[in-house]
């Protein structure tokens, strides 16, 4: 009897318990969680690669759980759409550019100090420890979103234009297509240029029509976008570290048990692992196909980048007005010294 009534209290418990579970606990077990995934990039880039290795990793580490499906060349929407998209719970996961990020966290401002990082592993060191995380963790508490971790596409912002440019003093009269972004408009304002708030996916029309003259990506998006058949020089200015981050959205990851949360986080590293790796070895290609489609390649001398970076230091005081004070750029410089 006492076995009867006991087996009993326990069954009540369990069906207590699982009740419980359907409200207010994370998904667990063999029920599927369907994650949508997206970026604006073409399944062309390393972020789209990037995407993939991360699919792979919370399908298979989740023992089947995620059922992940990824959305590239902005099906779900330009970069400010999908952000709000991840903020309001649309969409699970997004990859964005800093830039894109400064209305809602513009702490995050402090990446675009031009000249910052000497170079990729520099940065690396930096992203990876105390300055990244923290930066990460502004994340949630500004931006309605869970930084997860750093995505960049072969590192530096570099510039392409109808003319050769090789001095500040050759940007007099060019308009240039930048993000909407205060930061990056008031850095070429300063180096000469006539900045211009474009879409990323109206750029390479804009280009094509004249409506721009220059713009400035990373190599890998201006080969993944043909933009080598509407400008024919290219300048490696290496002004601005490209970073972009992965974020989720916050109702919807911290409902995860804590196991799949790690799922979710380790599968981050994967794809930023990857992507590193892959930037690394596609580079020497980049600059290949530059030549192969008639590019004109123009690498600075130490005294041209010297002189780039000095046109471009009055900006620094408004990013710190910007990013959070004076205090954040210094210890960017810090953390930038630090891992050298």
């Known amino acids: 009897m006492k076995t009867r009534i006991m087996g009993a209290i326990l069954l009540g418990a369990v069906l207590i318990l699982s009740g419980c579970k359907k409200t207010t606990a994370a998904p667990q077990g ?5 994650v949508k995934m997206t970026h604006t990039g073409t399944e062309l880039t390393l972020a789209h690669q990037a995407f993939l290795a991360i699919k792979d990793s919370m399908e298979q580490n989740s023992k089947g759980v995620f059922e992940v499906t990824i959305y590239p060349n902005g099906q779900l929407g330009n970069d ?6 991840v903020q309001e719970g649309d969409v699970q996961m997004m ?5 894109n990020l400064l209305s809602f966290v513009p702490e ?6 031009p000249f910052a990082f000497p170079s990729n592993e520099a940065a690396y060191r930096v992203l990876d420890g105390p300055f990244g995380k923290e930066m990460l963790d502004l994340m949630e508490e500004k931006g309605s979103m869970v930084g997860l971790g750093y995505l960049e596409a072969v590192a530096y912002r570099e510039l392409s234009a109808n003319r050769p440019i090789h001095t500040p003093a050759d940007l007099t009269g060019v308009k240039i297509r930048v993000m909407t972004n205060p930061i990056h408009i008031a850095i070429w304002e300063r180096l000469g240029a006539a900045p211009t708030a474009i879409s990323f996916a109206e750029l390479y029309t804009a280009l094509q029509q004249g409506t721009v003259d220059a713009q400035e990506n990373p190599l890998e998006l201006f080969i993944s976008q043909r933009f080598y058949e509407v400008q024919k020089h ?3 200015t290496h002004h601005i570290f490209t970073t972009g981050i992965l974020a989720a959205n ?6 995860l048990s804590p196991e799949l949360q790690r799922v979710v986080r380790d599968a981050a590293m994967v794809g930023t692992r990857l992507q590193r790796q892959r930037a690394a070895e596609d580079y020497e290609g980049y600059l ?3 030549a192969d489609n008639g590019i004109t390649l123009r690498t600075l001398t130490e005294e041209e980048q010297a002189l780039w970076k000095e046109k471009a230091a009055p900006v620094i005081p408004l990013i710190a007005k910007e990013a959070g004070g004076q205090e954040r750029i210094d210890r960017l ?3 930038v010294a630090e891992g050298q």
């Open 80 to 85: 400010a759409q999908i952000v709000e998209a």
């Open 250 to 255: 916050p109702a919807w990851f911290n409902q």
């Open 288 to 290: 290949k196909i530059l």
């Open 234 to 236: 290219v300048t490696l």
């Open 108 to 113: 995050l401002g402090v990446f675009a100090v």
């Open 333 to 335: 410089f810090a953390a």
């Open 95 to 99: 990859f964005t550019n800093t830039g």
């Open 30 to 34: 063999n029920k599927t969680i369907k």
